[in-house]
């Protein structure tokens, strides 16, 4: 389909407008040098314009546009402890009126540092439950919930780190802003490299890129899991998006985009020798800052299938989904 016609199914999905729109495309000469591409772009989604900024909140224009027609009051959020979501939520519902209950890992009274910070300048509530895993703190928010339904409440639960079908929509939207971007770039971004955690965004990414007839090479880098399993997590977020917009994703994940697990050494937030290497050169380089979690992984992979030929040296664009506050946890 064309890019208008995919625009227009997703205004009539509805969002809550909370990013300063469009982010920028911009050249990264002295990265592509570093790299060895003959040009990089980097897409800021640093500068989403929210809080501390990053991806989470287009994910969230499409969530709380769920929410609100929902006639919700108050959100129910959970993360690690400098979950970059959790910090934005914060301020997408101090922005808009609701009220909003983090459910962190992390122990009661830690040290105020990265988004922990941000997250209490915002006014919400936020629940410590210790190191326990992920299952349990959304036990904890359906406690939550109910809680809140018994006291008369319109609670609405975000799930999955808000890697859902509206969240992914989010994405699909930004694919066309970038699209729009490019024409009038005369289509010189060939790639785009994005990090994977559980998968929302490079869910998004990667239907709307198939829909519009693939303008794009798509390389999801795994900061997290095995290529199958970041497979089978992208295919259920594309599923429920799908059940939203009534239309199929008719394409073999394998066809459609590049999938990576190699960079992400130990896992969700254990930093690599490269991924640390990366932080340290590329504020260097480009003046603004990468960090251990999600970009700088992307980075690696990104110079590594350069220098492997996976991708064309030519237009070659970093998508930058920030992070940045809990850089300062990373230290
Ligand atoms: C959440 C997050 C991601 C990963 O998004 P997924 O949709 O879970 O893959 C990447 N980068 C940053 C900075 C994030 O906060």
Not at 273 to 300: C, D, H, M, P, W
Request: hydrophobic share 40%; with cysteine; glycine share 12%.
């Amino acid at each position: 389909m064309k890019p208008q016609e995919l625009r227009k199914m997703l205004q009539d999905v509805g969002k809550l407008s909370l990013g300063l729109l469009p982010t920028p495309l911009q050249e990264m000469p002295n990265a592509a040098r570093e790299m060895g591409a003959a040009t990089a772009y980097v897409k800021r989604d640093d500068l989403t314009g929210l809080g501390p900024g990053g991806n989470k909140v287009r994910n969230l224009e499409y969530i709380l546009g769920d929410a609100a027609r929902m006639g919700a009051d108050t959100v129910i959020v959970s993360g690690p402890a400098q979950s970059n979501l959790c910090a934005i939520a914060a301020c997408a519902c101090a922005k808009t009126g609701l009220g909003c209950v983090l459910v962190l890992n992390g122990q009661e009274n830690p040290a105020m540092t990265g988004n922990l910070l941000l997250d209490r300048l915002t006014g919400a509530e936020v629940i410590y439950l210790g190191p326990v895993k992920k299952e349990e703190r959304n036990a904890y928010m359906q406690k939550v919930k109910a809680d809140l339904e018994a006291a008369g409440k319109r609670p609405y639960v975000i799930e999955n780190g808000a890697s859902t079908g509206y969240g992914a929509i989010g994405y699909m939207d930004a694919l066309l802003e970038l699209d729009m971007q490019n024409n009038s770039l005369k289509n010189k971004v060939k790639s785009i490299f994005i990090p994977a955690g559980n998968g929302g965004v490079a869910a998004g990414l990667v239907f709307a890129n198939d829909l519009i007839g693939r303008p794009f090479q798509i390389v999801p880098v795994s900061t997290e899991f095995t290529k199958p399993e970041l497979t089978g997590k992208m295919r259920s977020i594309i599923a429920e998006a799908e059940e939203i917009l009534g239309v199929p994703f008719a394409s073999d994940m394998e066809d459609a985009c590049h999938i990576t697990d190699e960079y992400y050494g130990g896992g969700w937030g254990i930093d690599t020798k490269e991924s640390r290497k990366a932080v340290e050169q590329f504020a260097k380089l480009e003046g603004f800052y990468i960090e251990n979690i999600y970009t700088a992984k992307t980075f690696v992979g990104m110079c590594d299938c350069v220098k492997k030929g996976i991708v064309d040296k030519e237009g070659v664009c970093f998508w930058h989904t920030g992070g940045f506050a809990s850089l300062f946890a990373q230290y």
